[in-house]
T-cell receptor, first 119, second 110 residues
Framework: DTEVTQTPKHLVMGMTNKKSLKCEQHMGHRAMYWYKQKAKKPPELMFVYSYEKLSINESVPSRFSPECPNSSLLNLHLHALQPEDSALYLC??????????????????FGPGTRLTVL | GQNIDQPTEMTATEGAIVQINCTYQTSGFNGLFWYQQHAGEAPTFLSYNVLDGLEEKGRFSSFLSRSKGYSYLLLKELQMKDSASYLCAVRKTGGFKTIFGAGTRLFVKA
């Protein structure tokens, strides 16, 4: 099973709303990622969690708040977003490089994404 | 700094072979990935190279030369469904960062 699931598939929200994006994987991966992708652009890394601890925050504005409640779940809480935050938000997971389970690679497997529109 | 270059677009004919090149400059290289991404969908893993040479997987092959900072993805027996963007991504040492190139949009015509 190499499936990463994300909900919702589509989300439309106003600038004053609070919403959350959810991501789940059951591959036993201990690293989970949030990316933002604008049209015709590559994915841009936002956050990385390793063993449920925040490992990387790529200087993301505080209106994006990640949470990793357990090894299978990753959330992204959204508050007071701007129209320019409209994008495809991708979740990914991988083994942690250097561990026995990684087998020499930490290939990231992506979920289908949440298409976010901020009005 | 880091830089990943790929052609923006390529067109090829169904049944043909196409090679998508990727050159990279990065401080701390620890592997190169190729992903396929259809419009509006998530990237799908295709291949991984960390040592020099060719990795073959069915109709797809990927080559790496670390000394030249160069990789290519070779697609054989092209099918219409291969029309997609192909992303070259470089993994950096010392952490979880994988830097994606802008992608090459491949159009397969009948």
């Amino acid at each position: 099973d190499t499936e990463v699931t994300q909900t919702p598939k589509h989300l439309v929200m106003g600038m004053t709303n609070k919403k959350s994006l959810k991501c789940e994987q059951h591959m036993g991966h201990r690293a989970m990622y949030w990316y933002k992708q604008k049209a015709k652009k590559p994915p841009e890394l936002m956050f990385v969690y390793s063993y449920e601890k925040l490992s990387i925050n790529e200087s993301v504005p505080s209106r994006f708040s990640p949470e990793c409640p357990n090894s299978s779940l990753l959330n992204l809480h959204l508050h007071a977003l701007q129209p320019e935050d409209s994008a495809l938000y991708l979740c990914a997971s991988s083994q942690v490089m250097g561990t026995r389970l990684a087998g020499g690679t930490d290939t990231q497997y992506f979920g289908p994404g949440t298409r976010l529109t901020v009005l | 700094g880091q830089n990943i270059d790929q052609p923006t677009e390529m067109t090829a004919t169904e049944g043909a072979i196409v090679q998508i090149n990727c050159t990279y400059q990065t401080s701390g290289f620890n592997g190169l990935f190729w992903y396929q991404q259809h419009a509006g969908e998530a990237p799908t893993f295709l291949s991984y190279n960390v040592l020099d040479g060719l990795e073959e997987k069915g109709r797809f092959s990927s080559f790496l030369s670390r000394s030249k900072g160069y990789s290519y993805l070779l697609l054989k027996e092209l099918q219409m469904k291969d029309s997609a963007s192909y992303l070259c991504a470089v993994r950096k040492t010392g952490g979880f960062k994988t830097i994606f190139g802008a992608g090459t949009r491949l159009f397969v015509k009948a």
